[in-house]
C-alpha cells in the first residue's frame, strides 16, 4: 500500500496512540489561528502603518508559505522521529496553508485589484512573481478539494500522484516570493532552500 494511503488508514493501535494526544490537533488548530487573530487586532487598531493592504497581503502570504513548509515537513519528521503524529497533522496544516493562501488571493483581488479583471490579468500576465503564485494558488485547489478521507478512497493510488503536485505548488510559491523579495530579504531564500532540501529527500524516496 502507498506511504500516503498507509498514513490515512486509522489502525485500533494508531487509535489508542493517537487518543493519548487528544489535545495535540485542538492545540495546533488554535495556533494557527493566532497570525489571523493579530492581523485583524492589528486592522482594526490601526496598528498596520499607512498602507495596510500591503502589510494583509505580504503577512498572509509569508504564513501561507510558512504552513506550506511546515506541512512538506511533517512526513520526514515521521520518518525521523519514528513516530506517527506528525503526519496526523498533515491535513490540517495543509488546510490551513489554503486558508492562508485564499485570504492572500483574497485581499489582492478584493482590496489590492478591487476585483478589476482587466488589471488583474494583465498582472498575471506582465508581472512573473503574480504568475508563479497564481499557479502555486490554482495546484493547491484541488489539493484541498481531495484533502478528506472520502477522496482518499475513491482515487486510490491516483490520489498519492495528485497530492505530489504540493511539491510543485511550494516550489511556485517560493519562486513568487523570492521574485517579490527581490533580493531585498534573505528570508525567500530560506524557504527557498528549504523546499529545495524537502524535494531532494523527496526524491530520494520515490527512487529508492
Not at 70 to 84: E, Q
Not at 131 to 138: E, I, K, M, P, Q
Not at 178 to 203: C, Q, S, T
Request: charged share 20%; aromatic share 12%; proline share 5%.
Amino acid at each position: 500500500m502507498d506511504t500516503a494511503l498507509q498514513d490515512s488508514v486509522t489502525t485500533p493501535a494508531k487509535k489508542k496512540a493517537w487518543a493519548k494526544r487528544w489535545w495535540l490537533k485542538p492545540l495546533v488548530f488554535l495556533v494557527a489561528l493566532i497570525p489571523l487573530v493579530s492581523l485583524v487586532y492589528s486592522l482594526l487598531t490601526g496598528q498596520l502603518g499607512p498602507n495596510p493592504i500591503e502589510v494583509l497581503t505580504d503577512e498572509t502570504g509569508e504564513w501561507a508559505l510558512r504552513f506550506i513548509v511546515l506541512g512538506l515537513l511533517l512526513t520526514p519528521l515521521r520518518i525521523w522521529l519514528k513516530k506517527p503524529w506528525p503526519v496526523q497533522l498533515r491535513r490540517m496544516i495543509g488546510l490551513f496553508a489554503f486558508f492562508y493562501v485564499v485570504v492572500h488571493f483574497s485581499i489582492y483581488l478584493f482590496l489590492d485589484q478591487q476585483l478589476d479583471l482587466a488589471a488583474i490579468i494583465a498582472d498575471v500576465i506582465e508581472r512573473p512573481y503574480i504568475t508563479a503564485g497564481t499557479v502555486a494558488f490554482l495546484i493547491l485547489i484541488p489539493l484541498a478539494i481531495t484533502s478528506n478521507r472520502r477522496m482518499v478512497k475513491r482515487l486510490g493510488k491516483k490520489w498519492q500522484s495528485l497530492h505530489r503536485w504540493v511539491y510543485i505548488a511550494a516550489c511556485a510559491a517560493v519562486v513568487h516570493y523570492v521574485w517579490l523579495a527581490k533580493g531585498d530579504r534573505i528570508e525567500p531564500f530560506v524557504y527557498l532552500a528549504i523546499v529545495m532540501f524537502l524535494l531532494v529527500v523527496r526524491l530520494k524516496r520515490v527512487i529508492a
